[in-house]
T-cell receptor, first 111, second 117 residues
Framework: LAKTTQPISMDSYEGQEVNITCSHN???????ITWYQQFPSQGPRFIIQ???TKVTNEVASLFIPADRKSSTLSLPRVSLSDTAVYYC????????????FGKGTRLHILP | EAQVTQNPRYLITVTGKKLTVTCSQN?????MSWYRQDPGLGLRQIYY???????DKGDVPEGYKVSRKEKRNFPLILESPSPNQTSLYFC????????????????FGPGTRLTVT
């Protein structure tokens, strides 16, 4: 899987839009970009996945520029309950691929 | 309810005493995996299985064994636990690695907190 780089931590306030960017310069042609959310002492939870341009679901949006060397997870109008660690994963599974979560971005939402 | 279950949720044991952490999923998923999570190190993959009777090493397989005799179960075995295996363990499953949509939507269990003294 392609190596990813994310900010270690971010702070924001309730009601704000939060954007977390992930760099993945070595992304391959067939790689997908996937984001997970993890609360303390819980397993990660899938948020969103995309290949190019923009993907939106009920929770978040994912923006992927044309060169696909980075991606931005956008959380609209965050609340205190969005305080969590967010992981960006890039790759496409095959038999020889391991999954590497990295250390993620610790998002702290302030009242 | 679609879910991944792990047992036990908490376990305190002593060095060298063999243990097994069970993992079961009810979604007919082909892919299953074990991770450990340690402070400052994030989630690291231990072993994964693409299907029944197919297992492969992840990033940190030393000291662990797995088996996949049935599609729904993927137990993690520590033959001789040591204190450095004290960690939070997660089991996860995914529909299929050949599934075009949501290739990486893994479903995680609630975690097993293991302490080896």
């Amino acid at each position: 899987l392609a190596k990813t780089t994310q900010p270690i931590s971010m702070d924001s306030y309730e009601g704000q839009e939060v954007n977390i960017t992930c760099s993945h310069n070595n992304i391959a042609t067939n790689d997908y970009i996937t984001w997970y959310q993890q609360f303390p002492s819980q397993g990660p939870r899938f948020i969103i996945q995309g290949y190019k341009t923009k993907v939106t679901n009920e929770v978040a949006s994912l923006f992927i520029p044309a060169d696909r060397k980075s991606s931005t997870l956008s959380l609209p109008r965050v609340s205190l309950s969005d305080t969590a660690v967010y992981y960006c994963l890039v790759g496409r599974m095959n038999r020889d691929d391991k999954i590497i979560f990295g250390k993620g971005t610790r998002l702290h939402i302030l009242p | 309810e679609a879910q991944v279950t792990q047992n036990p949720r908490y376990l305190i044991t002593v060095t060298g005493k063999k243990l097994t952490v069970t993992c079961s999923q009810n979604m007919n998923h082909e892919y299953m995996s074990w991770y450990r999570q340690d402070p400052g190190l994030g989630l690291r993959q231990i072993y994964y299985s693409m299907n029944v009777e197919v297992t492969d090493k992840g990033d940190v397989p030393e000291g662990y064994k797995v088996s996949r005799k049935e599609k729904r179960n993927f137990p993690l075995i520590l033959e001789s636990p040591s204190p450095n295996q004290t960690s939070l363990y997660f089991c996860a499953s995914m529909l299929s690695t050949n599934y075009r949509d949501r290739d990486y939507e893994q479903y995680f269990g609630p975690g097993t907190r293991l302490t080896v003294t």
